[in-house]
């Protein structure tokens, strides 16, 4: 397996604090990305990244900012967290662009009440 | 912008008997297309890819997928199913011009029953 760590697995937060979710791997791959997993809209893309300092939102970012200051760590953080947001997330990395496959981390659930 | 349908929620099928999960879908230019698989608490995990080359191609655990570009269909296969291969299956298209963005399916669950 892909070595890629995320911290923390389970998180109870409550509505306005704020959190972070750590992805971390040791796999040197230049890309990162974070999704979040909910029943029936399968896995929605929040951010991503292409290099160290190098990211970008994805389709459902509203809420959401990230970070990546080393290749290895790529930090999402909800700066006030609300019910919508719970959910399960989830990092992956990949080698290139292209014909790589993601491999995934075994996600972070989030509850926020 | 590219989409990707996987039509059924749910397939059941009994163990032994073939097996497909479908999954089309809508891209410009040339389809890079995966599935995955994942088991509960768990992440995704890769089963197999179509870059180029054969319609047919063979992956993890006994799978193969069908590209078929005139459908824009990419199914999966397995001729003979088992206990164990009941899970949630994703089939995913990637964007190899922007930063190689994965889209998602909504995903459909598989359930094979002895």
């Known amino acids: 397996d892909a070595g890629i760590t995320q911290s923390p697995r389970h998180k109870v937060t409550e509505t306005g604090t704020p959190v972070t979710l750590r992805c971390h791997q040791t796999e040197n791959h230049r890309y990162m990305y974070w999704y979040r997993q909910d029943p029936g809209h399968g896995l929605r893309l929040i951010h991503y990244?292409?290099?160290?300092?190098?990211?970008d939102k994805g389709e459902v970012s509203d809420g959401y900012s990230v970070s990546r200051s080393k290749t290895e760590d790529f930090l999402l953080t909800l700066e006030s967290a609300t019910s919508s947001q719970t959910s399960v997330y989830f990092c992956?990395?990949?080698?290139?662009?292209?014909?790589?496959?993601?491999?995934f981390g075994n996600g972070t659930r989030l509850t926020v009440t | 912008a590219q989409s990707v349908a996987q039509p059924e929620d749910q397939v059941n099928v009994a163990e032994g008997n073939p097996l497909t999960v479908k999954c089309t879908y809508s891209?410009?230019?040339?389809?890079?297309l995966f599935w995955y698989v994942q088991y509960p608490n768990r992440g995704l995990q890769f089963l197999l890819k179509y870059i180029t080359g054969d319609n047919l191609v063979k992956g993890s655990y006994g799978f193969e997928a069908e590209f078929n570009k005139s459908q824009t269909s990419f199914h999966l296969k397995k001729p003979s199913a088992l206990v164990s291969d009941s899970a949630l299956y994703f089939c995913?298209?990637?964007?190899?011009?922007?930063?190689?963005?994965?889209?998602f399916g909504d995903g459909t669950t598989l359930t094979v029953k002895p």
């Open positions: 992956a990395i990949s080698e290139n662009r292209e014909a790589s496959p993601l491999h």
């Open positions: 891209v410009s230019g040339n389809p890079y």
């Open positions: 990244s292409y290099g160290v300092k190098d990211t």
């Open positions: 995913a298209v990637r964007d190899n011009t922007n930063a190689g963005k994965s889209t």
